[in-house]
């Protein structure tokens, strides 16, 4: 059995053992492949400040080069009694080169090697869920463009209202994936700061260069106070949450929308029949169980910030294994989003709008407020016009004239869906994801 990197000359219970590492090992495989990265950019500074030799680093870095492409691959395995990715990465070393491959950790600790680890697979996560939301939000606006004409009921209180259309409803949902992008702006700024280097917690005797890890490493920026950069375990988790449970919320009212407007009291929308699921009795039944299953899940994405705090918001500074809790509930959160965001995609982008929902005259109403305004328009005073078309509608008079003039920004006749396309536009602007590539490009090239 290996040992443990901090076991001495006694082994720990065995049901402790257990109940301490849980699934830890299990959400290390997410981390593998950044792991290595971390250590290929730290013994690449060790060499440059003298704790290394040139030929050793070379003999490592061909190595752990090796190691990724395992992991990259899917293939990477934490043994059987080894506790971690950290361990594992470090055992196939040392089998390999021997006593050259126990010389990664110097200058490091586990502590600042896991913030690193989920730094790195945060941002490269942040970026997949871009990539889906973009995605999302393209389709969103595609289909307002192509729908802009068509008017359905909008709603207040549940009850019919005014008149909307679908080039509203879609771009309504598009523009707050936008704000969305905002969030995880900021999630990817603050994930985007290197906290190698700061050891246990409070630095190293070592005269650790890390502006080089740094700049190899691609961040903008390092977390520049050692203790600061073990707070910021769990904190990174909550905040990048936070922007994940953002889109949760644009996603999971769409899919309610959807779920409303497919059933046949609403009939607003039909989804392809191989998009939808039957009954096991009810021969006629086509249901709509992808949005279903995508509202729960985005409201269970909901939850992770609040998880999060729960877990960390009373720990003083300093490294606690509270913390170790919160990779099982950060790190599947954004498979099971952009899962969300992918079927919203697919569902959105073949669904069938119903061009002729106003005719039905239960709707007329909604053009109440439309024949207010053109008489205040020919002069009436609107508490004036308000009674007279509201009597007219009690007595059962009311026939609407069902022509819609909206011309301001934003309204059913100026969409402004350029505007909001180019507001997507300068924020991704402002990702470095171009940096981090060409960045990790370098430092995995022979």
Not at 269 to 285: A, N, Q, R, V, Y
Not at 304 to 322: E, H, K, M
Not at 376 to 403: C, M, N, S
Request: one cysteine or more; a negative charge; aromatic letters at 8%.
């Amino acid at each position: 059995m290996a040992q443990k990197l901090w076991e001495k000359n006694i082994q720990v219970d065995k049901k402790i053992e257990q109940f301490t590492v849980g699934i830890d090992r299990e959400m290390d495989l997410y981390l593998a492949k950044y792991d290595v990265l971390g250590s290929m950019a730290h013994i690449t500074m060790l060499e440059s400040v003298g704790l290394l030799q040139k030929d050793e680093l070379v003999l490592l870095l061909s190595e752990l080069r090796n190691i990724y492409q395992i992991a990259d691959e899917g293939s990477f395995e934490i043994e059987e009694g080894v506790e971690d990715v950290h361990s594992q990465v470090e055992l196939m070393l040392t089998r390999k080169l021997g006593d050259v491959g126990k010389k990664i950790h110097s200058g490091r600790s586990r502590n600042d090697q896991v913030l690193l680890d989920l730094k790195l697979f945060s941002r490269g996560e942040i970026e997949k869920t871009v990539q889906a939301v973009v995605e999302l939000l393209s389709t969103l606006i595609s289909q307002s463009d192509r729908y802009k004409g068509v008017l359905m009921p909008g709603y207040t209180h549940l009850q019919v209202a005014m008149p909307s259309s679908f080039g509203l409803w879609f771009g309504a949902y598009a523009e707050s994936l936008a704000d969305d992008l905002q969030m995880l702006l900021a999630a990817w700024k603050i994930t985007n700061r290197n906290p190698l280097g700061s050891a246990a917690g409070y630095g190293s005797s070592f005269p650790l260069n890390r502006g080089l890890t740094t700049e190899l490493l691609g961040f903008d920026t390092m977390n520049y106070n050692v203790v600061y950069a073990q707070m910021g375990r769990g904190k990174m988790e909550r905040i990048v949450s936070t922007a994940l449970a953002s889109v949760a919320a644009t996603v999971s009212k769409l899919a309610f929308d959807a779920c409303m407007f497919t059933s046949q009291n609403f009939g607003f929308i039909k989804l392809p029949d191989e998009f939808t699921t039957g009954s096991s009795i009810m021969p006629h039944k086509k249901n709509p169980d992808v949005f279903e299953l995508t509202r729960a899940k985005c409201n269970k994405i909901q939850s992770l910030p609040q998880q999060i705090t729960l877990v960390t918001n009373n720990l003083p500074s300093g490294y606690f294994r509270d913390l170790q809790i919160t990779k099982e509930i950060f790190i599947p959160a954004f498979a099971e989003l952009n899962a969300c965001l992918e079927m919203t995609n697919m569902m959105m982008s073949k669904v069938v709008v119903n061009e002729n929902i106003l005719d039905d005259p239960k709707y007329d109403a909604i053009f109440s407020v439309e024949e207010v305004n053109n008489l205040v328009l020919g002069g009436v005073p609107f508490r004036d016009a308000y009674k007279q078309v509201g009597l007219e509608i009690e007595a059962g008079k009311f026939k609407p004239e069902k022509a819609v003039r909206h011309t301001h920004e934003g309204s059913i006749g100026n969409l402004c869906n350029d505007e909001i396309v180019n507001y997507k536009n300068d924020i991704l602007k402002e990702f470095s994801f171009d940096k981090v590539h060409e960045a990790e490009k370098k430092l995995l090239k022979p």
